[in-house]
């Protein structure tokens, strides 16, 4: 019944009518948007500082080298994958099959004894095989989404991970996806989209997903050119043929990766092969590319993209859909796209110009985005002052809510709409994940209850006063409704006629899986 409700409510659009936010609400959303969620005593010490906090507050994050965060760099510092290179991850973490050929044992030996490869794989040891690479980087990932005091860097590098997705199970991607993330994306978050762009097109990893290593003057693969265009720069309706995409992809034959196993370092991993590049004529976007020429031509047609008002309405429309609404308004959208032509890219003045926009302070915006799982499931452990170990089981909890952080098998990344994420199969897990949650159940990970000076006798002054800790304003009368019913046959007059008090935890976890809680 509890689930039926819940599923209902939360498939309804939010109605938060007209009237200005109030200051808590401001810094509710702002903690909503900008944020994995609030921790205790985040919204109350932000609304002391009035309009003028909240102003510092958005610029101190937008410049995350201000904020120190050196407990966070303590337990990290426990994880190695995230900071090493292909090469030493290769040599850290071995695929198997090597280690075999190593020992003198044949490809096609090993590939057909599985009694070999369990052998192999025991000599290496459980703590260096490559999905240890897969385990240390979702760990830091989600360490960082939970206790970093630089929020919004990290909420930009869920937003980028996904524009720009890589699926970490495919072939070599365990030893080439850390750098991507370390090297690539988060050194960029705050810079040009042109030196993002660009770092993301010379990273093996990008490369090796989209198979552009293996294009060559001969026979030509398409993939990462389509994507380029497609998802990464002027989008689906950017004006684009499909001639275009044909020519981009003769113009980055030749863009390719060095071996790892040859002892590359990180910083020379990107290879242009000249004998593989095609060097006829071509016209791309209407530009004509002269025969005869090499890897400048790639960086021509970089320059021409980056450049595109396609790609400056195109960013901005992902930035607002992800920040504001699903629907993002086209005012907002035109302006941000201005402020991106007019600064050559400068995403850090574009971000400016969408957290100080009337849209995003709208009554309209305000919890009208719902949770991914990744979002529901940090803001969660945050609302309850958790922290969390290396090693924890919530990446578990995420892959069975449908995002398993770095595999996601489309080039498309895991989507942000509500759509994507309102369905019953996803929103059991949210619900099991909730309860297990406040009964500090969940492996690896530690909370603590709101603080009441007194458990209340009455159980609808009870999810008032969690519901004003962990969402910082009162549930809806339709949720308070079905909340309330949870705690009809809750027998509290025990046989000697001593009287239980409510459970604090279920309170929690019925807040924690309630739509008000599970909208940003």
Known sequence: MFFA??????SS????????LTLTQKASHLYDRLTYGARPGDIEKLVSQGEAGIARWISAQLHPESIPDAGLDEKLALLKAPLMSPEQLLAAFPRAELVAEKMGIKKEDFNKNEDLKKKIRQQIGEEHLPEEIVREMTAQRLIRAVESRRQLQEVLVDFWLNHFNIDITKGQERWLL????RDAVRKHLFGKFSDLLSATAHSPAMLFYLDNQASHAGGINENYARELLELHTLGVDGGYTQADVTQLARILTGWSIEDPRKGAEASDAFKFRE??????EKTFLGQRFEQGHGQDEG??????IENHPATARFISTKLARYFVSDQPPKKLVDRMAKKFTDTHGDLRAVYQVLFNSPEFWSRSAYHSKIKKPVQFVVSSIRALGGEMDVKSEIPRHLAEMGEDLYKCPPPTGYKDQAEVWVNPGALVSRLNFSSRLA???????YIQLPHLSSVPNHSKQLVRLVSEKLIHDRLSASSEKVVFREFEDEHRVMADGEIRPFSLSKAAGLILASPEFQRR
Request: hydrophobic residues 45%; negative net charge; proline residues 8%.
């Open 178 to 181: 850390p750098q991507f993330e």
């Open 439 to 445: 009964l500090n159940r969940v492996e690896g990970v």
């Open 13 to 20: 659009p939010s109605f938060a009518g007209q009237a200005p």
């Open 5 to 10: 409700a819940i599923f209902l409510l939360l």
């Open 275 to 280: 004998h593989a590049h095609d060097r006829g």
């Open 299 to 304: 960086e021509r047609a970089l320059e021409m």
